[in-house]
């Protein structure tokens, strides 16, 4: 088969799934209308009637498209999307699935009650669910800027279900920068800027995710601009996310001062408390179950990006579903070997691991190195020199030296214990971990 045929035949078992997995109306809707355009490659080209579809494909079943179409080591999806642009019906249509499938557009699964919070993003989600509790009356615009992957859209979507929720008749619309650029584009080639104009400022709520987007595109901006001060003067609300604060955003002054009127928030990385909870929702919420220590390995291990936490998850759950095998710290390993941030380059040194050691354990290095048998200080030094051994290339009579000149047997004596105790003593395993991030970091 060649390559063409087999992102063919992906793309077909990913219809079949997907056509279990939703209501039939979804997927006439959103999945009839896209078209596989036959061309040569390692890249999927699908053909999609407006920007909307390729939106809600990729929020709702990015995960699922991921392990049909593993990406090619560049972290994004081998697929390419055109927009359809020739007839005209087609265009005629293309303004009124903005305001009839606001809903589909959130994806399902960014709730409030699926943001699990912790120290890093208590104070926006309370912002998020003010404002959905209280639109145009608490902050306005709500402005939420953080990193990639640590739930801007969730919280921008959830903002989005509880405003619907409470209230059916209110006008929401949820929109990415780009799409909204592309809707400008759109309109500008048909001549119907000024219905565009007439809908946007005919919302009650305006969710705009990613305002980075509207960086060095001048003429776009004047008009999100002019959209912006007429819905905040009728105190329609709005909320933004970004991934950089407004200030370092290369955007107009005007621009910039607007989006400070309001409330300006940060979504933080999580902690390792909050990040082991977040496995824990996850994997329950795709009904596998993940014994504590293991959450606790991932959550140690994959902490700047909480969609990498979930890419790992999907990828545990489908392999130990096919494989029909039971989760252990052996597989996690091997699943999430490409995932985890390993850095060999970083070479580990008898001095980093005594330091190290003596962060986490609080002891001194000079004691670590000494003769002392007190408790903490041999277990501390038991520690680094199972480290040494785990993590050095040097011969163990070389590093057994260097602590203060001991033996190669205390050394392996030491390892031995150890080993042994990490499969039992789970603070040691995590003291363990931490010591391991840190000399690698
Ligand atoms: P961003 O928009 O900041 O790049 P997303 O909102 O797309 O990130 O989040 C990426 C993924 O991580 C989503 O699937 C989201 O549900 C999940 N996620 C992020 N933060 C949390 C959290 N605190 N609790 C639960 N899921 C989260
Ligand atoms: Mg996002």
Redo the contacts with the bound molecule.
């Keep these: 088969m060649t390559v063409t045929c087999e992102l063919k035949e992906s793309w077909k078992q990913f219809l079949e799934l997907v056509e279990k997995k939703c209501s039939s109306t979804e997927f006439h809707n959103w999945f009839s209308p896209i078209k596989v355009i036959p061309k040569e490659g390692d890249i999927l080209h699908l053909e999609v009637p407006n920007i909307f579809v390729q939106e809600y494909l990729i929020d709702n079943y990015r995960d699922d498209l991921a392990l049909f179409f593993p990406d090619l080591g560049n972290g994004k999806l081998p697929i390419e999307f055109h927009v359809k642009l020739d007839n005209k019906p087609q265009k005629k249509q293309q303004t009124k699935p903005i305001q009839k499938n606001t809903n589909f557009l959130l994806n399902k ?2 709730t409030f009650e ?5 120290p890093s ?1 208590q104070f926006v989600k309370s912002a998020a669910i003010g404002v959905a509790a209280h639109p145009g009356k608490s902050y306005n615009p709500l402005f939420i800027h ?11 979507h959830g903002i989005g279900h509880t405003i619907k929720n409470n209230s059916k008749n209110i006008r929401v619309q949820c929109i990415t920068t780009e799409a909204f650029i592309n809707d400008l584009i759109d309109n500008l080639k048909s001549k119907s800027v000024d219905k565009m104009k007439r809908y946007y400022r005919s919302l009650d709520i305006l969710l705009v ?2 305002i980075q987007f509207l960086q060095n595109r001048l003429n776009f901006e004047d008009e999100f601009c002019n959209t912006f001060e007429a819905l905040i003067n009728q105190h329609k609300q709005i909320v933004i ?1 970004s991934d950089k604060p407004p200030s370092q955003l290369n955007l107009s002054e005007r621009m910039i001062a607007r989006m400070e009127w309001g409330l300006v928030a940060n ?1 933080g990385i ?1 902690d390792l408390e ?1 990040r082991v909870a ?1 496995v824990q ?2 994997a329950d919420q795709k009904g596998l179950f993940i014994p504590s220590d293991i959450a606790f390995y991932i959550a140690e291990h994959i902490y700047l ?3 990498q ?2 890419g790992a998850i999907n990828r545990l759950c489908a392999f130990c579903r096919l494989m029909n095998l039971k989760i252990t710290q052996d597989i996690v390993e091997r699943v999430l070997a490409e995932l985890i941030h390993k850095n060999p380059s970083i070479r580990v040194t008898v001095d980093g691991i005594l330091k190290s050691v003596s962060n986490v354990f609080e002891v001194k290095a000079s004691d670590i190195k000494g003769d002392s048998r007190m408790k903490n200080i041999a277990l501390a030094r038991q520690v680094a020199m199972y480290l040494a051994k785990e993590l050095m290339d040097d011969s163990l009579q070389k590093i057994a030296s260097s602590f203060g000149g001991k033996t190669h047997s205390t050394l392996l004596h030491a390892w031995k214990k150890i080993t042994k105790e990490l499969k039992e003593n789970e603070k040691l395993h995590r003291q363990v971990q931490i010591i391991k991030r840190n000399l690698k970091g």
Excluded at 114 to 118: A, L, R, S, Y
Aim: a negative charge; zero cysteines.
């Design positions: 699964n960014y699926n943001f699990i919070e912790g993003n953080g990193g990639v992957g640590l739930g801007k859209t969730h919280l921008l995710d990613d996310t979504v999580p909050t977040i929702h996850k990006n909480v969609r936490i979930e």
